[in-house]
């Protein structure tokens, strides 16, 4: 079977969830058997999402080699069986970037360089390596943005070209739009689609399946009317109905009969594995959870739903290993610094601190750490979250009143979290943290290794700074254990406490390798501390 594409575009607003669609559609083809490809293009002109502010645009999503990419490709991860790298994201930025660099090495021979057909040539053969690994039966190829932004058109033109390149059965293009839902008229509306479409078709993109945002379920006659405009038959269109728990998506695509009008569309080949263990180990206890913790994130970037994405969804797939929902209460450290920390704290079943940059409201997050420690809350502390357990150790515990990260000041005399000296030198931003997979060597006999079962792990990695060893020992006769070391170069992964029923950090960030069906062991063990503790206080 020739290697099949799917392009997905979106229309009328931003924020339809395309990439939770692309996940899910994933997720439905592999439950047909079929071996899967997700790959993102952003149209920004940023080379990587590494310099992105969270604020603007959401969490930095780490891959195993490295890469810092979209938080799309966390959606791609935790929805289908694939792993990532960074050639499953393209941006513009990268585009040009090789296109130049070709154009200065004297590549293109005296020709004029434009966008067609230099920067769409150089989008397909991006999108081909990425996909040219012979394992993949279907590659799934999201364009970010909305059909009508400047900067998206050369993706739509490359996508145009490569439709006609495979051909007819093997690429097609999903298309998702928004039906609005007019309460003056209390009627669903079928117009901003038809313009998408128009819009879409004016390109020279011809959709085949129309995947429709709704609130409300698409009556035939909304269907029929939608493929009528839009040049589809009534069963390419396809509702795309909102949904309180977003693992439940692949469901419903399947009993919208989705994987079989792709299959159809794609002359596929395929078997029918069914989504059961999906159903039992996701949806249900997503669902139906039969206890109750509340755990508080504490961190700058609370008001925003993406920041943090992937330590909600960890947190979440930890509650649904323990039959548990989790009640997040997203608390903001700078408030904490105002309002004291037992008025944000007090009743929760843990705490979790998660990465961070730059010193606002460090000092917050830090009372937060001694709050859990002295009471005996569970708590969890992830890059930053363990630099800063470090600093509240050495400040409370040990006596070393200014002990600080050299991130914040470099007037301490006790930088118990600095840079080493192989980093000191490095002065781009992008690209230049200790970053991707490392290995960890875990201790017999501590929290993390009972949680992972093993000795050796690999974790990804995002940060500059790291523990000063010169404080090991000092830390370790006052109760700390350090159960994982990067062996190479003997620095520290991961800070736990001895008398404390769960208090582990961890230099890097679990939070990327956890899955709805597999959670990742560590956020299933503070789960469980944290259901324990809640239990006890609400008993
Ligand atoms: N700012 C810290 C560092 O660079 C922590 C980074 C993070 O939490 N991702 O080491």
Redesign the pocket.
Known sequence: MPKKYIFVTGGVVSSLGKGIASASIGRILESRGLKVNLIKCDPYINVDAGTMNPFQHGEVYVTDDGAETDLDLGHYERFTSVTLTSSNNITTGKIYHSVITKERRGDYLGSTVQVIPHITDEIKSFIKMASSHKKFDIVIVEIGGTVGDIEGLPFLEAIRQLKIDLGRKNAINIHMSLVPFIKAASELKTKPTQHSVGKLREIGIQPDIILCRTELPLSKKIREKIGLFCNVGPQAVVQAIDVKEIYEIPLIFRQEGLDNIIADKLYLRCKDKGLDDWQRKVVEPALYPKKETVIAVVGKYIELQDAYKSIYEALRHGGFSNSARIVIKRVDSEDIEKKGVEELLSGVGGVLV?????TRGIEGKISAIRFARVNGIPFFG????M?LAAIEFSRNVLGLRDAH?T?FTRKTKNPV?FLLPSQRAKKNLGAT?RLGLYPCRLKKETKAHAAYGRELIHERH?????FNNKYKKLFGNSGVLFSGIYPKRNLVEIMELRNHPWFLASQF?PEFKSRPDRAHPLFREFIKASIAKYESKTA
């Open positions: 998660p990465g961070g940059f730059g992830i890059c930053l979250g630099q990260s991130e979290i943290m995002r940060h500059r700074y790291e960030h």
